[in-house]
């Protein structure tokens, strides 16, 4: 069974940093896909970013990127020129592409962007 | 479009009360699935249904039941609500095109209590 691990439980940045969340997981499988998801106060999930394994060029949405390292089964996100909006819960998920259809989400990260 | 509409917001059941959520979608996707949130941890999957007239249980499917009732609409039903079942229930659909990412769209949630 895939798993996803999220280490860092809570961040914190200044308004205008630079920030990275981590993310690694676990799966027998070749091909998949990893996604990012921002979850407000509001807790609405909102897609930031997500990439396909066969693919070697890491995705970018404007500011946010991610640094995706299949042999290490690493895939973390980077936020560029953070902003007081960015504050929320990050959740790093993985789907196969065969098989069940359901994504698996790590523990999140909680991010706050301070003024 | 409304994408992902979930009712209700707010749901307080004594123990063995019995409800059903609702879940529409206006984005004419094949795959919806039903997940849910504890404190301080991801999204875990109750049950999906991949198409319409299908369905299947995700990793915590006891204690709940679906119905999708056309391509629109998939319902989550509590037959006789426990304690354990207190949390945030989220609505997601997606695509589920062949070769495609099949990024999942997720309703603002709904917040359950049971006493």
């Known amino acids: 069974a895939q798993t996803v691990t999220q280490s860092q439980p809570e961040m914190s940045v200044q308004e205008a940093e630079t920030v990275t969340l981590s993310c690694t997981y676990d799966?027998?499988?070749?091909?998949?896909?990893l996604f990012w998801y921002k979850q407000p106060p509001s807790r609405q999930m909102i897609l930031v970013i997500r990439q396909e394994a066969y693919k070697q060029q890491n995705a970018t949405e404007n500011r946010f990127s991610v640094n995706f390292q299949k042999a290490a089964k690493s895939f973390s996100l980077k936020i560029s020129d953070s902003q007081l909006g960015d504050t929320a819960m990050y959740f790093c998920?993985?789907?196969?592409?065969?098989?069940?259809?359901?994504?698996?989400f790590g523990q999140g990260t909680r991010l706050t962007i301070n003024p | 479009n409304a994408g992902v509409t979930q009712t209700p917001k707010f749901q307080v059941l004594k123990t063995g009360q019995s409800m059903t959520l609702q879940c529409a979608q206006d984005m004419n996707h094949n795959s919806m699935y039903w997940y849910r949130q504890d404190p301080g941890m991801g999204l875990r999957l109750i049950y999906y249904s991949a198409s319409e007239g299908t369905t299947d249980k995700g990793e915590v499917p006891n204690g709940y039941n679906v119905s999708r009732l056309n391509k629109r609409e998939f319902s989550l039903r509590l037959e006789s609500a426990a304690p354990s079942q207190t949390s945030v229930y989220f609505c997601?659909?997606?695509?589920?095109?062949?070769?495609?990412?099949?990024?999942?769209?997720f309703g603002p949630g709904t917040r359950l209590t049971v006493l």
């Open positions: 799966t027998s499988e070749n091909n998949y896909y």
């Open positions: 997601a659909s997606s695509e589920a095109l062949r070769g495609g990412t099949d990024t999942q769209y």
């Open positions: 998920a993985f789907r196969q592409i065969q098989g069940a259809q359901k994504l698996v």
